[in-house]
């Protein structure tokens, strides 16, 4: 099976870095995915990674590493629309040799002024 | 536009009853996916489909059937077996396999009276 843990919450600044962090635990690893939320929404698709190092993409930045079991999403210069939940999804081969998606419990993340 | 689309927005189930949950896409994408989303917990998977007239179960099938006649709709049934339906239903869909990125809909909640 497959574990991904997440802060259940956290808040920050507008304005201000935040960094949320993903750690998990599969076998047949082949990427990890960051999704945003918006409460009663659709998760709308952030950021990709499948090889170690850091991705950039405008505000948002996602590193991972493959060794440690470890992700985590950057967000810069917060704004106050920011606010939702940011899930962490890993992608693995299924026994039935196709690709699946593993999510997270999901970060809330809240903006303050 | 292109998109995934969800029908209804709320549904509203009796006890004992079966309700389907639309799920349309203009994409032009192979696979879909119907997750089930509770408070507090990650995204699960019921079914997915890599191509029409095919699919197969995710994690958490039990209570539930799809059918995959056409490439852009993917529908899912909750049936009276299900005792606990009461959640948020996202549909997805990706390009050409499930090695590929997931694009969501905007979901169905679905209550029971």
């Known amino acids: 099976g497959q574990n991904i843990d997440q802060p259940t919450e956290m808040t920050a600044t507008e304005g201000a870095i935040v960094q949320i962090n993903c750690t998990y635990q599969t076998s047949g690893f082949n990427g990890l995915f960051w999704y945003q939320q918006h409460a009663g929404e659709a998760p709308t698709f952030l950021s990709y990674?499948?090889?170690?190092g850091l991705e950039e993409k405008g505000r948002f930045s996602s590193f991972l590493s493959r060794s440690k079991g470890y992700s985590y999403l950057l967000l810069k210069e917060l704004q106050m629309k920011d606010s939702a939940s940011y899930l962490c999804?890993?992608?693995?081969?299924?026994?039935?040799?196709?690709?699946?998606?593993?999510f997270g419990k999901g970060t809330k993340l809240s903006v303050i002024p | 536009d292109g998109g995934i689309t969800q029908s209804p927005k709320y549904l509203f189930r009796k006890e004992g009853q079966n309700v389907t949950l639309s799920c349309e896409q203009n994409l032009n994408h192979d696979a879909m996916y119907w997750y089930r989303q509770d408070p507090g917990q990650g995204l699960r998977l019921i079914y997915y489909?890599?191509?029409?007239?095919?699919?197969q179960k995710g994690d958490i099938a039990e209570g539930y059937s799809v059918s995959r006649e056409k490439k852009e709709s993917f529908p899912l049934t909750v049936t009276s077996a299900q005792k606990n339906p009461t959640a948020f239903y996202l549909c997805?869909?990706?390009?050409?396999?499930?090695?590929?990125?997931?694009?969501f809909g905007p979901g169905t909640r679905l209550l029971v009276l």
């Open positions: 489909s890599q191509i029409v007239n095919d699919f």
């Open positions: 999804a890993v992608r693995d081969l299924s026994g039935a040799g196709s690709y699946q998606l593993t």
């Open positions: 997805a869909s990706s390009e050409s396999g499930t090695q590929e990125t997931q694009y």
């Open positions: 990674n499948v090889l170690d």
